[in-house]
């Protein structure tokens, strides 16, 4: 695997859409300067924060189940407008997305970092930072305050660093769409199968998968 | 007869406590969360404060009824309670179903589109539309006088400022506030306002003179009360086709599409000729439907539309196709009253077509930028089609080599010709994703509209920027 420079990244981003190799990233603001090839980051093009999040609720039970219903009752969605800002308590977590949509061609892979100065004030923006071949949508990123203090965040800042890789031995070429989560544009909240479905796949009878909810029952 | 201290008080403090609830709502509202398009906040601005001084009003009115040395002033000053209490009774209607349309509960990206739009027309450039949802699956505008005046009149009487100027109320049906497609008809809800405030003077002359002409051909007279019923019932009929063909031109077939969905005018297709006879009716509030249709086809051919999507094996373009003539024998008119006897079906309907033709012709001079949504449509719309296809959002597209950012009115027209007829082409590019499945049309069909509303959030961002 071999990291992209920005003139790949440039070439890639002018081919046509009909052309497997092509790379999407829109909008890509300031363009001429993100693409400037002589400009300090080579290798990574930088991302911004999208107006849209899932703020999760405190659950009506003392846990979180992820399960079919989980996507349901788990956040509140909430827009803030460019020029807005979103405070993250401190220790607290938030859902939220880029401002950029990706299209990734089946030959690249991509990996999302922290911009090091958003990092440096403890804000961790990604736990799912790997990119797959053939990825479309904003990326959803599970931004965390770590920090003692509270966060403010501006939609339309930079927060990421999007980094692209060349799969060895893998030509680009069209493949089906596919995923639970289809081109996202904003965060979405996780979707699961009940834990039941998803053990009695590997042969774990129903019968001896515990529901949290019969446990918290009987100990009430 | 003089009335108790105790009553006065006990009616004021009722209607305060009718009014408070409301200016808490506009005024007490957090500055971050939920968020609201800036005509949304102008409305509670101005709602607040006309509370505000209602509020202060009603504080001293006891004393100024009370200490009034005449009893028939003192009444009179009585009775404008009774005005107060049904000017807030009909502004109430409003305020929370405008809260409730706050920026995630509207197609926000498409009402600022329709904006943008708007305001490229410079006479229109002062104009806005503060949305509320509606209970009813419809959008209709809030005639543009009668907030004025209800707002106004409390201001008369409160010490308050005029309602704003230019500032329109648009209802939308609050489950579809998420969607693209079926709110393209917020465009002919703009037109309303457009006509009521500048465009109607015009339009009801072409009317008088048809009617006049009419009258003259048939060589008859009509009493006091006939002539106003013809001329109210032609100007109804013309203000809404007057809506229909502005939003044609504002953002072309994609109003008449938003349309076609709404009535289901898809019915009309592998029927009999005059049936569903409800699409053959004309009724007080607006043309029949099939005569509707003929209208926005006259207008798409007039903008260079019709060349664009005439081929279209969709079914909005088999209805357009359809409704090819101005006049069907199978046309009913029923508006609840009688038309004169001396007045023929047919020749009301002539009245109508004749203003409607001046129509097609005038309105493109007063909303102009047509041809350049055309040109571009033509030469963008299919590698928007391919963007969407591969589930791309269309907001930055390669066209010949060039980078390029599609206008919105070219985003709206493509994503609909994508999603009437190249849905299935999506469908089938979806792991699982059965190609017949209603489910699955409905779900990709929204997602769909998600990223066109995405690429229309972007448009500004990518052309008004450094970019």
Redesign the interface.
């Known amino acids: 695997m071999s990291v992209l420079a920005k003139r790949e990244i440039k070439r890639r981003?002018?081919?046509?859409?009909?052309n497997p190799e092509?790379l999407?990233i829109?909008?890509?603001?300031?363009?001429t300067?993100t693409l400037d090839k002589s400009s300090d980051d080579t290798d990574s093009i930088d991302l911004r924060l999208g107006a849209y999040f899932l703020l999760p609720q405190v659950p009506p039970v003392p846990f979180t189940y992820p399960c079919k219903n989980s996507a349901k009752q788990s956040h509140i969605?909430?827009?803030?407008?460019?020029g807005?800002y979103?405070v993250v308590p401190a220790h607290e977590t938030v859902l939220g997305s880029t401002?950029e949509?990706i299209?990734l061609p089946s030959d690249l892979s991509g990996e999302i970092l922290t911009k090091s100065s958003v990092a440096r004030t403890f804000t961790v923006i990604e736990t799912a930072p790997w990119i797959h071949p053939c990825y479309?949508g904003?990326l959803t990123l599970e931004i965390a305050n770590a920090s003692n203090t509270p966060l403010i965040l501006y939609p339309g800042r930079l927060i990421a660093q999007l980094i692209l890789m060349k799969l060895l031995e893998t030509e680009a070429q069209?493949s089906?769409?596919?995923g639970k989560y289809?081109?996202p544009?904003?965060p979405e909240a996780p979707i699961f199968d009940d834990p039941i479905d998803d053990l009695g796949r590997i042969g774990v009878p129903k019968s001896q998968v515990r529901s949290p909810y019969q446990e918290s029952s009987s100990n009430n | 007869m003089t009335i108790s201290a105790e009553v006065v008080r006990q009616e004021v403090s009722e209607l305060h406590r009718l009014i408070q609830p409301l200016v808490k709502l506009c005024t007490e509202r957090r500055p971050d969360f939920p968020t609201y398009n800036d005509t949304s906040r102008e409305f509670f601005m101005h709602i607040g404060e006309l509370g505000r001084r209602s509020l202060t009003y009603l504080q001293t009115l006891p004393t100024k009824i009370l200490n009034q040395k005449y009893s028939q002033i003192a009444a009179s000053n009585r009775q404008k309670l009774l005005q107060l209490k049904s000017d807030w009774e009909n502004l109430h209607q409003y305020i929370q179903p405008a809260l409730d349309a706050d920026t995630l509960h509207l197609p926000t990206p498409l009402i600022a589109a329709l904006h943008e739009r708007l305001h490229e027309i410079g006479k229109w450039r002062a104009h806005r539309f503060t949305l509320f949802h509606a209970s009813e699956v419809n959008y209709f505008e809030v005639p543009s006088g009668i907030v004025r005046r209800v707002a106004n009149g409390i201001a008369s009487q409160v010490g308050g400022k005029p309602f704003p100027k230019f500032l329109g109320l648009i209802g939308i049906p609050y489950s579809q506030a998420n969607g693209l497609f079926l709110n393209c008809a917020l465009a002919h809800e703009m037109g309303h306002f457009i006509f009521q405030e500048n465009e109607a003077q015009p339009v009801q002359e072409k009317v008088d003179d048809a009617l006049e002409r009419m009258l003259t051909d048939l060589g008859v007279s009509l009493d006091e009360e006939q002539i106003p019923f013809c001329r109210d019932l032609i100007n109804s009929w013309v203000e809404e086709t007057f809506c229909d063909l502005f939003a044609t031109c504002l953002i072309g077939p994609a109003y008449s599409f938003s349309f076609s969905q709404l009535v289901m005018a898809s019915m009309l297709i592998g029927q009999r000729d005059g049936e569903p006879a409800d699409f053959y009716r004309f009724e007080w509030e607006h043309p029949a439907e099939v005569a509707r249709f003929y209208s926005h086809r006259k207008m798409l051919e007039r903008l260079g539309w019709w060349a664009e999507i005439q081929d279209w094996s969709s079914a909005p373009v088999e209805v357009l196709r359809i409704c090819d003539k101005p006049t069907s024998s199978f046309f009913t008119v029923e508006v609840g009253g009688q038309l004169p006897q001396t007045i023929l079906q047919d020749r009301l309907l002539q009245c109508y077509n004749e203003v409607c033709d001046w129509l097609v012709n005038h309105l493109p001079s007063r909303v102009k930028g047509s041809a350049k949504d055309v040109a571009e449509f033509k030469m963008q719309s299919p590698i928007i089609s391919d963007y969407l296809r591969r589930a791309i959002v269309p907001s930055t597209i390669i066209a010949e080599g060039r980078v390029e950012h599609p206008r919105p009115v070219v985003l709206i027209n493509a994503g609909f010709q994508f999603w009437l007829e190249n849905l299935p082409l999506l469908l089938t590019n979806i792991k699982g994703e059965p190609r017949n499945s209603i489910e699955s049309r409905s779900r990709i069909g929204a997602r769909l509209e998600l990223w066109l509303l995405k690429a229309l959030e972007d448009y500004p961002l990518l052309t008004k920027g450094d970019s």
């Open positions: 981003l002018e081919l046509e859409i009909t092509s999407v829109t909008p890509l603001l300031e363009r300067t969605r909430v827009h803030v407008p460019l807005s979103l401002l949509f299209k479309r904003c069209e089906k769409l596919f289809l081109a544009v904003y």
